[in-house]
Antibody
Framework: EVQLVESGGDLVQPGGSLRLSCAASDFTFKDHYMTWVRQAPGKGLESVAK????????SYGDFVKGRFTVSRDNSQNLVFLQMNSLSVEDTAVYYC??????????WGRGTLVTVSS | QSALTQTPSASGSPGQSVTISCTGTSNDIGNSNYVSWYQQQPGRVPKLLIYEVNKRPSGVPDRFSGSKSGTTASLTVSGLQADDEADYYCSSNTGGTSVVVFGGGTKLTVL
């Protein structure tokens, strides 16, 4: 089945770090841009980070300010989001999405990140 | 603050049509052929409804249609059904960054 499955969400204290993973199945992962999109509780969608198929180009939302790093392992069909210096404003469901010409045609179910003391 | 502006709510009765708008700038919608719309039903994952302004993915009913004029994109839902009650988000590429920008979302209520 064509799908994306996120993992790694957790409760973390302000200032802490977390690494999210997204596993892709049943499509040619290495040919696709991948993006992390987040949704704070009761709020809208927000692009977090995007990575080119070969990993050579990465782009981030303005709010990231150098705190997050996106990466991928095409041999394992995985994409990652390393998040450092987390703040309460980063509390959200983080979705992994397949991006094709600036549209997201496949979404994972999301993983919840809660930043709280 | 969202990059694209959507009215927070819209409503209509079953069978009616409703149009949701999404306003941007010349840096995004105004110079983009890559406007998309997503439907997010309560408790569910966003689903692609419209891409490249007015194209529908396979499986999306033709009751959903998209258009654009200047810096405003629109989503029209015809023949409203109870199942259409959801949040709808627009998105676009931009000239300033590679990431996609979203609207703040419109909550559609079917009366």
């Amino acid at each position: 089945e064509v799908q994306l499955v996120e993992s790694g969400g957790d409760l973390v204290q302000p200032g802490g770090s977390l690494r999210l993973s997204c596993a892709a199945s049943d499509f040619t992962f290495k040919d696709h841009y991948m993006t992390w999109v987040r949704q704070a509780p009761g709020k809208g969608l927000e692009s977090v980070a995007k990575i080119r198929p070969d990993g050579s180009f990465k782009s981030y939302g303005d709010f990231v300010k150098g705190r997050f790093t996106v990466s991928r392992d095409n041999s394992q069909n995985l994409v990652f989001l390393q998040m450092n210096s987390l703040s309460v404003e980063d509390t959200a469901v983080y979705y992994c999405a397949r991006e094709y010409w600036w549209r997201f045609d496949l979404w994972g179910r999301g993983t919840l990140v809660t930043v709280s003391s | 603050q969202s990059a694209l502006t959507q009215t927070p709510s819209a409503s209509g009765s079953p069978g009616q049509s409703v149009t949701i708008s999404c306003t941007g700038t010349s840096n995004d919608i105004g110079n983009s052929n890559y406007v998309s719309w997503y439907q997010q039903q309560p408790g569910r994952v966003p689903k692609l409804l419209i891409y490249e302004v007015n194209k529908r993915p396979s499986g999306v009913p033709d009751r959903f249609s998209g258009s654009k004029s200047g810096t405003t994109a629109s989503l029209t839902v015809s023949g409203l059904q109870a199942d259409d009650e959801a949040d709808y988000y627009c998105s676009s590429n931009t000239g300033g960054t590679s990431v996609v920008v979203f609207g703040g979302g419109t909550k559609l209520t079917v009366l």
